[in-house]
């Protein structure tokens, strides 16, 4: 569980959020929306542990995560996914090894049956010797979602993860999201200023304004 | 662009090979003539016996320096404070001794050197002459750490802030560090690396004053002794072949990263920080960079109270050839730089054929390059007048780093940008002036400071081409060293040290104001 309390973030005398307050249940869906420049990445990156907030806490599975001016828990203790805006594959490791390197904790049997059921999920299983500049965008984005879910993560965050895909690969990734998501149970915090796609992830549908997150239906 | 004008292409490719290809043909021209009349010299260019031990411990002292400055420079950039911060200054301070010649380095750890005798003296322990290998080893790491240390830096700025954060997500702070930072930022580092073993390859001033015998001092050694320019290209050839299988590597990723365009913030805009033990081994690193900052500022200072200041005055003039000098070398590296950067970011046949050429400069060692200059201004004698000589020297030797850095700019370029500047373009020279030359402007800036700090301290090549009467401060200096570190030569590295200074603060700040404005 996620949950964050009188969440603000501040850089430079500009407020990006204020007074936040969002709760995510285990297995729950929520699609957070919101113009350029709203906070969306931002409010992803409070979460993950890769900024620091102004103001509020943060608690993930019940443990005081991030406080005001200060990371108590560090990413990788989060158990989350992150699923970037760009790939953000590294490009000196093959694609297998782009997956391996998150679970380095577990028993090396153990970490290639998930990374090769995390490739075959996303099918890309044909790839994993590849290194990420020889594939194309879709497959990028495949292999970025793959790399999110082999580790069995409690919560997954996705920021923006289909932008710049045509139509067709953007609802066939999308199908594919919330297959992973529904089988493995697990807590999806869904960024996009796509309203189709926020329909289309499920659960709660909230909005960014103004640095504040508003609900705004649910599926 | 600017490479599809015909008269650019015209000029560019002129400029480039009367400046750097004039000496190098002059050099082995008579080379072959030498080995046409006596073929038994070529024995001079396959090292054997003592100039193979030579080449040994020349690459022995190079390769041990790299390295040290590779594992300090790496270390001390992971935990310096970003320069936009409040401790922003004194990351700048740490980069000053890089205005500073080798000797100028030399002298003053030779001055605490002595200090630290006379202080163990007293407790009855003695310690060792500082002299020889280790020494040498010492001082170079000293003066190309601030250099490895601002590679490192720049290797950071180009990695894209994502990847670190990626890896943050499912491994702790040092899996993020061997993992990713490092070998993302590795090509960069390696080709600082490179750069410091060619830098410290080609200068002889530190191994002089520590009384070890390298393969640069044997060039000079040699020339001194028989006069003979074709002697000392054939026995040049072995350091050549060493310096260029080095540079090659080096020169792209190292022009690439000083290029970075202003917007990748790179692994400072990540949470990534260094684990507790890394950084405390980082700050270690940093220690030793304030070290040398501390040590110059004191040994220095400390060191004027003998100063014999009518020799200071006596040096205003060379203060002034220096600066003279530095002036000259900037205008022909900037012209050289704006001519032949454009050929050299083009990836056509006379644009790599340019970059080669453009390369072989570098990997020449001072005396080398000194003498070529020479024999080019023999060949053109009516054109080159014995003033013009030395900046067309420093040319030869230093404006290549200003041509590969704008060639990379050049190439990383926004396309779209250029070609929208064209079609938008009303007035003749609105393109080259608002759009061109701005875009370049921070790199050229970059490109300039770094070639006069170069000239300011040169001394390999100008001992061959200065004219009588016309000896710059670093000269001066290196004369003066030979007779022991007194507090006139402190006085007047003070002296170099202001001028470095004058010359570096408002390159620096017009780069930065550029850099920042993108």
Known sequence: MIECSALAFSVGGRTILSNLELTVADGECVAVMGRSGAGKTTLLRLVAGLAVPSEGTIRVNGEVASVARSIRMA?????????????????????????????????????????????????????????????????????????????????LLMDEPLTSLDADLRSELLQLVCEIVRSQDTALVYVTHDETEARTVGGRQMCLENGLLVTSGSA | MATSNRWWRLSGTVAALAVFGLPLVALGVDAIRSLMVNPSLGHLAIPSGRTLVLLVRSCALAGATAVLCLVAGTGASLVLPPASGRMGWLRMALFVPMVIPPYVHALAWMRAAEWLRRVVAVVDIRLPAFQGFGAALWVQAMVYLPLATGVALAAWSMIDPQLVDAALMRGSQDRALWRVVLPLGGPVLLSGTLLVFVLCMGDLSIPSLFSVNTYALELYAHFSATGRISDVTLLAVPQVLVCLAALIPAIRSISGAVSAPATMEGVTHSVWRPSRWTRGLCVCAVCLLSLDVVGLCVSLMSGLHGATWVAVVDAAPSAWVSVRLAFFACVLSMILAILAGPLISNRSRLGQTLCVLILIPLALPGPVAGTGALLANSVVHSAWTAQVAPALLMAFRFAPFACLMIGARLARADVDAMEAGRVFERRRGDWMFHVWLPMILPVLAAALLLVALLVVGEVGGTLMVMPPGQQPLSITIYNYLHYGASGTVSALCLALFAAALLLTIPGFLSWRRAWRSG
């Open chain 1, 75 to 155: 990413p990788s203790r989060r158990d989350i996914g992150f699923v970037f805006q760009a790939a953000a594959l590294w490009p000196h490791m093959t694609v297998a090894q782009n997956l391996l390197y998150g679970m380095a904790d577990l028993p090396r049997g153990e970490a290639r049956r998930r990374m090769m059921d995390a490739l075959d999920v996303c099918r890309v299983a044909e790839l994993a010797l590849r290194l990420p500049q020889q594939l194309s965008g879709g497959e990028q984005r495949r292999v970025a979602l793959a790399r999110a879910i082999a580790p069995h993560p409690r919560h």
